[in-house]
């Protein structure tokens, strides 16, 4: 019996990976999914954006080595209320995938009415760990799974959160 928060992981999945589905073409491939928060430490209740079993859509993107391809990999979190974007920065560990520990340059998406502008929507920086599933991705590797943490979720102090994702090959 799936729980709901795996199904609604599932549905995603199904749906972004349907053909068909109308979407921005990249000349890079990138996988779409669902993520799944699974703990958010106490300081990211600050504005109530992320909570224990909250679900994102997700995108990711690995350096696979084609041609043109941006050297940072990345990661997207969508919602209903905010979305996220963090990529891999300095350094030359997990250059490929973000597997393992490292850096991140965070962006925070704003645009419903319900979010309270912020004059620290820049991008600002954190740290992440990641275990990637497969360790080494290609261009055609499919499927992607992440368990990961993150430190300074929305670029708020002490604010951790873990999460679980699964990806399909988008391209």
Known sequence: ????????????????????????VS???????????DSATSACANGGFVRARDFFVSEYRAKTGVAGEPNSPGITFLSLRSAL????????????TMHGSGNFTG??????????????QSTYPG???????P???TKTTDPVSINGTINKWRNIANCTVKFRAAYRLTK
């Open 1 to 24: 019996m799936l729980t709901r928060t795996a199904a609604a992981a599932a549905a995603a999945i199904v749906l972004f990976s349907t053909p068909g589905w109308t979407q921005a």
């Open 85 to 96: 974007a963090f990529f891999r920065s300095g350094g030359a560990a997990n250059a490929n």
């Open 27 to 37: 000349p890079f491939p990138f996988w779409t999914g669902g993520a799944v928060i």
């Open 135 to 137: 360790t080494t991705i």
């Open 127 to 133: 740290t992440f760990t990641f275990q990637v599933n």
């Open 107 to 120: 962006f925070l998406i704003r645009g419903n009415v319900t979010t309270i502008p912020n004059p620290n």
